[in-house]
């Protein structure tokens, strides 16, 4: 009996674990204006491809591609957070963790599915021209007074509660000449950035993180400014000087455990010469060893 006993805890041990060579699945957040299953769905066959027998996951907001491409624009990012946590937590392709990339936006708010979510296992997460630092200019709309005018306009009501609710680019939206009003009236970004308050778990959960790539476009003009993409941003009180990484409180103070993961070569800023998301298929694949991973070196730092 005992004998019977060992070989079926080994099968059902065995059967609960992965197997090591077997590839990590992988979720994508879709950025502004797209959606799950339309834009992506070139990049999802083609990575399905490179990396034979993978589980990608890419996630929908809405019961419709019409409703999904109209949550990027006009929904809560909170909720959306939230409604990402419980699905993919009940995703049990995903129980034994997976890899993220997140595409613009998409890339910011998988970042705060790591530090908020609980249910999930994020071993890479990639993040392609996503405004960690938040945004404050219109998309296209730079270096003239019509412009500077006209980002002053848009904080006029970027932090009313009813806008902070619905809008989503109102919800990453971030006033460096206002930053006492940003701190306490922004509904996501200025939570999931520490500015109010330090929450531990947060930065545990991005220090658990295996590897987290940031890849900057240095000819973007949707991302304004573009430092954002790797934590940097406009200096305090104006909008023509900015502060890099190493400069920025997250890093200094290590509220979100970026010095850490820099420190033990897990952080990665990777830079391309183009603009929003343009990439070619070859600049692409340089990313290609942060998802083509097995569960067996899931925990590995990387580099390029």
């Given at each position: 009996?005992?004998h019977?006993l060992l070989?079926?805890?080994?099968?059902?041990?065995?059967?609960?674990t992965?197997?090591?060579?077997?590839?990590v699945?992988?979720?994508?957040?879709?950025g502004?204006?797209?959606?799950?299953?339309?834009?992506?769905?070139?990049?999802k066959?083609?990575?399905?491809?490179e990396?034979?027998g993978?589980?990608?996951?890419?996630?929908?907001?809405?019961?419709?591609?019409?409703?999904?491409?109209?949550?990027?624009?006009?929904?809560?990012v909170?909720?959306?957070?939230?409604?990402?946590c419980?699905?993919?937590?009940?995703?049990p392709?995903?129980?034994?963790?997976?890899n993220a990339l997140?595409?613009?936006?998409?890339g910011?708010?998988?970042?705060?599915?790591v530090?908020?979510?609980?249910k999930v296992?994020v071993y890479?997460?990639?993040t392609?021209?996503?405004?960690?630092?938040?945004?404050?200019?219109?998309?296209f709309?730079?270096?003239?007074?019509?412009?500077?005018?006209?980002?002053?306009l848009?904080s006029?009501?970027?932090?009313?509660?009813?806008?902070q609710a619905s809008?989503v680019?109102?919800q990453?939206w971030?006033d460096?000449?206002?930053?006492?009003?940003?701190k306490?009236?922004?509904?996501?970004?200025?939570?999931?950035?520490?500015?109010?308050?330090v929450?531990?778990?947060y930065?545990?959960?991005?220090?658990n993180?295996?590897?987290?790539?940031m890849?900057?476009f240095?000819?973007d003009?949707m991302?304004?400014p573009s430092?954002?993409?790797?934590?940097?941003?406009?200096?305090?009180?104006?909008?023509?000087?900015?502060?890099?990484?190493n400069?920025?409180?997250?890093?200094t103070?290590?509220?979100?455990?970026?010095?850490?993961?820099?420190s033990?070569g897990r952080?990665h800023?990777?830079?391309?010469?183009?603009?929003?998301?343009q990439?070619?298929?070859?600049e692409?694949s340089?990313?290609?060893?942060f998802m083509?991973?097995?569960?067996?070196?899931a925990?590995e730092?990387?580099?390029?």
């Amino acid at each position: 009996c005992m004998h019977r006993l060992l070989l079926c805890w080994t099968a059902c041990l065995a059967a609960a674990t992965p197997a090591g060579n077997s590839p990590v699945p992988l979720v994508i957040w879709h950025g502004m204006g797209d959606t799950c299953c339309d834009g992506l769905t070139y990049l999802k066959q083609w990575l399905e491809d490179e990396i034979p027998g993978i589980y990608i996951k890419s996630l929908q907001f809405g019961n419709s591609l019409f409703m999904d491409r109209w949550n990027s624009f006009f929904s809560s990012v909170n909720e959306q957070v939230e409604m990402a946590c419980d699905e993919l937590g009940l995703d049990p392709k995903l129980h034994d963790g997976f890899n993220a990339l997140g595409l613009s936006q998409g890339g910011q708010f998988l970042r705060a599915l790591v530090q908020r979510c609980g249910k999930v296992k994020v071993y890479n997460l990639i993040t392609l021209g996503s405004q960690h630092q938040g945004i404050y200019g219109f998309p296209f709309c730079t270096d003239s007074w019509f412009c500077d005018v006209f980002r002053q306009l848009l904080s006029l009501g970027a932090y009313l509660s009813f806008v902070q609710a619905s809008f989503v680019q109102a919800q990453f939206w971030h006033d460096p000449i206002h930053e006492d009003e940003y701190k306490l009236r922004s509904a996501f970004l200025a939570d999931i950035n520490q500015e109010i308050e330090v929450k531990l778990a947060y930065k545990e959960r991005m220090m658990n993180l295996s590897n987290f790539v940031m890849v900057k476009f240095l000819q973007d003009r949707m991302v304004l400014p573009s430092e954002s993409e790797w934590f940097g941003f406009y200096r305090s009180g104006q909008s023509k000087k900015v502060y890099s990484l190493n400069e920025s409180y997250l890093f200094t103070k290590d509220s979100l455990g970026l010095y850490y993961l820099r420190s033990h070569g897990r952080l990665h800023l990777v830079s391309y010469p183009s603009g929003h998301l343009q990439m070619s298929k070859r600049e692409f694949s340089h990313l290609m060893p942060f998802m083509n991973v097995t569960h067996k070196n899931a925990r590995e730092p990387m580099t390029l």
